[in-house]
């Protein structure tokens, strides 16, 4: 899997950090949805300059059962195609407050 970018932070307070491929270099930031008031809404909305690109919601791992990120972007940029990712551990990771964004194609 490839891992798209990294971001720093919790579940709780959000995310901040790089979303990078082979064209784009944008800093992001992953902000809690305070006014999140249903299941339908996203736990988090996805920032780069201000601008929202995304959204990401709260999953519970099949296997783990542990709580993971999962996110669905969407630019321009990425063209007429959603970008997903899941924020997990890079190889070799060793900060508990680090994640990559592990890149999800869907085909």
Known sequence: MAAIGFVSGTMS???RGQLKTLSIRAEIEIRVNRTKNGDAQPDFRVFSDNVEIGAAWVRTGQTSGEPYVSLSLAAP????RRLYANLGRAAGQDDDDTYALIW????
């Open 13 to 15: 307070d959000g995310y």
């Open 77 to 80: 940029e990425f063209g007429p």
């Open 104 to 107: 999800n194609p869907v085909d």
